[in-house]
């Protein structure tokens, strides 16, 4: 028996390490880029609560499915289960409007409209073949309004009478023919005539007039001709129909992206977008007066500062000279109806992004009256504002004199509130940070806030009196997190994460004021154990010092022995953060910098100019040059590599996909004494073929501001090519449409360069879908670097 105890502690000893170097196998691009549901593990996702506050409902793939599939979290027994299909379709809506009571709440599934009891019981109110969207409750709650084709409507609650208040055709009325002179005299002389003629004229008036005053009234048929209508909302008091027009410019041209490889064999063609400059659409604010039977547009001419032409314009004299004193085409969302149905305000963007005005509205006079003014000479945004015209942001009313909105005013999106009676406004919130996301409690008495005041690469949750004052942080752990309220507002439906691990679903309790935050506890387990077996690294996240002086964040990843060889990675979208503490969306890249750097890479990834997270200036700091601030923070980094880690200068490469293709391409361009080789994938070569609302903000539209367009395009700078470079584009791309590499080949090709190499990808979009896709694109990359630093 010891023979055999010893013999099997042996073989036990023996086999341990042998898993243990199995399990800590080196990594390789073939293994990260697997599909991720199968090996890392599928995060939950689209929170949200059963009305009775009991169940959270998450998307979920654990048994690594196709598709996701809906679970539900019973907070009773502490257990998850699959939602079957059945019971899903039972299942109350995951959106709506509550009453003012917050008890009944409406909501739109599949078209037909349904309703919440206090019991959390859902009735289904509509049953058509027509779409019935955007319910609400009307002022006395005793009915709830809807949109059906484009028209609204509403049933009464308690007898089920349907009433239709608009009634929109297309096209334009053809009103009957006007009689000539000629034909009035010629009746007129009949009559006289005749009297037969006479009476029985007489008798089938008098008759119409009868049928007329017993006929029942009926909206009015409103024409909008080629135009279409949206945003249709029936006043408190039942008088007025506020809607929008939008008539879209038909001579703006869209490109067709080629689909070769397809089921028929045949090419087909994907309709895609315009580009930037393409004639756009305009819009117009239009008011409905039922009692009236009227319809009349909203006039903009007298906002504050309609007509100021943008400074960009000094560059160019003549254009300057020539501005024309007309009112700049916007955008008008809402109205925002007060709770009592007394006040309203609107929303206007202008379409060049250069101002913002928030306005209170009187629909029975059509005037407008200023609240509050953002301009920027560079475009509006930034968190709970929008970046573009066609975004409301963050607005809603504390009470029936009060509003809240988020503004840039300081240089950071923060709160405040406008007393439209007063006019006095009040910053609710203040620093050099952000406020990312705001719920208002159902009393409106509370804010629940997600901000960045720990630290730019950190999210918590605060809560925040609606009055302002001291605010009070409701989670602590490191990394971000992601907040949802349950309908009582008793707990909270945490989505954690950390720069090592992905999100996970946790929940706490919503402490009282004063009391203090209970740890989160930890609800879905959703990593595998392969995932896990690997030691991953926690980037070291850093600041470096900007030529400018400014600080750049930015996450560094250190080998334990150095190659003495660099890459820097470029995240994309421009507007969007990657140097934080929290699971980044680029979690294969993520893993491919732990390879790099189980190579002995150093790795650098920054939040260079324009990344979202710290502030306007921040954010707009490429206005009118893409390429220019945000390439020198990306060399200013290399710098700091090279005199922090020992790196040589000449042994420093550069990738990064979409915008950080860009940057790629402007680098090897611009700045080819910095980067030795570099992997461009579907990057933008020309941004006057981008589309218009990105690119329009930052660079104005190509027909007016041409210097910005040749300065930020990498195609004029192509001849400046002289280390190596490295494409990779999808072939069906709809966003940066292939077309821009095959123009930049050529030019390449005419410039006599030899030293770049184009990967196309026959069944890739803008986002590759396919292992096999990142495998090969990732491959290339490596080899890249291996060869060439």
Not at 78 to 83: D, Q
Not at 102 to 118: A, H, S, T, W
Request: aromatic share 12%; hydrophobic share 30%; with cysteine.
């Amino acid at each position: 028996m010891k023979l055999n105890f010893h013999f099997l502690l042996f073989l036990l000893i023996s086999f341990i390490p042998a898993a243990f170097s199995q399990s800590l196998a080196p990594l390789t691009v073939g293994k990260i880029m697997r599909d991720p549901k199968m090996w890392i593990g599928t995060s939950p996702s689209d929170i949200t609560w059963a009305d009775d506050s009991k169940t959270i409902y998450f998307n979920w793939n654990p048994d690594k499915n196709p598709s996701d599939s809906l679970y539900g979290y019973s907070l009773s027994d502490k257990k998850i289960s699959k939602i079957k299909l059945a019971d899903r379709k039972k299942l109350a809506g995951r959106n709506g409007v509550y009453n003012r009571r917050q008890d009944v709440r409406l909501y739109e599934k599949n078209g037909d409209i349904f309703i919440v009891d206090p019991k959390g019981q859902p009735w289904q109110i509509t049953n058509t073949v027509d779409r019935e969207t955007d319910p609400v409750f009307s002022q006395d709650e005793l009915s709830f309004i809807f949109v059906r084709n484009n028209n609204l409507f509403s049933i009464k609650l308690t007898s089920g009478q349907n009433t239709q208040y608009t009634d929109f055709k297309t096209g334009n009325k053809k009103d009957d023919p006007k009689p000539g002179e000629q034909e009035k005299v010629f009746k007129a002389e009949q009559l006289a005539l005749f009297e037969v003629l006479k009476e029985r004229k007489e008798k089938k008036d008098l008759g119409k007039k009868v049928t007329e005053a017993e006929k029942p009234q009926r909206p009015k048929e409103i024409y909008i001709g080629e135009k279409t209508v949206s945003h249709q909302q029936l006043s408190p008091n039942q008088k007025f129909v506020t809607y929008r027009l939008t008539k879209p410019d038909k001579s703006a041209k869209s490109t067709n992206v080629p689909n070769y490889v397809t089921e028929s064999g045949f090419t087909d063609d994907i309709s895609s977008r315009v580009k930037v400059g393409a004639p756009a659409s305009s819009y117009e604010f239009w008011v409905y007066d039922i009692e009236k039977d009227t319809t009349r547009k909203l006039s903009v001419k007298d906002i504050p500062g309609i007509n100021d032409k943008p400074d960009y314009l000094k560059d160019y004299p003549k254009q300057d000279t020539s501005w024309k004193k007309t009112e700049r085409d916007v955008v008008i969302h809402g109205p925002i109806w007060s709770e009592n149905g007394e006040n309203a305000v609107v929303v206007v963007r202008s379409l060049d992004s250069k101002d913002r005005w928030i306005m209170q509205l009187n629909v029975d006079s059509l005037s407008l009256k200023l609240l509050d003014r953002q301009r920027d000479e560079a475009w509006i945004g930034g968190p709970g504002i929008g970046g573009y015209p066609t975004s409301a942001g963050e607005i809603e009313w504390l009470d029936n004199e009060t509003i809240y909105f988020q503004s840039e005013e300081t240089g950071y999106s923060h709160l405040y509130s406008f007393n439209i009676k007063t006019g006095k406004k009040t910053e609710l919130t203040s620093g050099k940070f952000e406020v990312q996301n705001v719920t208002l409690s159902k009393d409106k008495k509370s804010f629940y806030i997600i901000t960045n005041e720990v630290h730019p690469g950190e999210q918590h949750l605060y809560r925040l009196a609606s009055t302002g004052g001291k605010r009070a942080q409701l989670t602590q752990n490191t990394g971000a997190h992601e907040a949802t309220l349950s309908p009582d507002e008793s707990k909270i439906a945490i989505r954690y994460s950390k720069s090592t691990a992905p999100w996970e679903l946790y929940i706490m309790d919503n402490p009282k004021p004063g009391e203090k935050p209970a740890q989160p506890e930890r609800v879905t387990e959703s990593v595998s154990k392969e995932f896990l077996s690997y030691p991953w690294r926690e980037a070291k996240v850093v600041t470096i010092k900007a030529t400018d002086g400014l600080p750049i964040y930015a996450r560094v990843y250190e080998p334990k022995n150095s190659n003495g060889k660099a890459v820097i990675f470029v995240h994309g979208a421009g507007y969007l953060q990657n140097a934080h503490k929290w699971w980044s969306q680029y979690f294969r890249e993520y893993m491919f910098h732990n390879l790099l750097t189980d190579k002995g890479y150093t790795v650098l990834d920054m939040d260079y100019r324009a990344s979202s997270g710290y502030g306007r200036d921040w954010r707009t700091g490429i206005y009118r040059f893409m390429g220019g601030k945000d390439l020198t923070d990306n060399t200013d980094g290399a710098a700091w590599l090279v005199k922090n880690y020992k790196i040589n200068p000449k042994s420093i490469g550069v990738y990064g996909g979409s915008y950080g293709g860009f940057i790629t391409s402007m680098g090897l361009f611009t700045k080819p004494d910095v980067f030795k080789a570099g992997a461009a994938l579907r990057p933008v070569t020309d941004w006057a073929a981008y589309n218009h609302p990105y690119t329009a903000n930052i660079l104005n539209e190509p027909q007016a501001d041409s210097l910005a367009y040749r300065k930020s395009s990498p195609i004029y700078h192509a001849a400046g090519l002289k280390n190596h470079l490295l494409i990779c584009h999808g072939m069906v791309d709809v966003n940066v449409h292939y077309q821009d590499v095959v123009r930049l080949s050529q030019r390449l090709i005419e410039l006599g360069k030899d030293n770049w190499e184009l990967a196309s990808y026959p069944m890739e979009d803008h986002g590759f879908v396919e292992a096999s896709s990142w495998t090969d694109e990732y491959k290339r990359i490596l080899k890249l670097f291996e060869d060439h630093l």
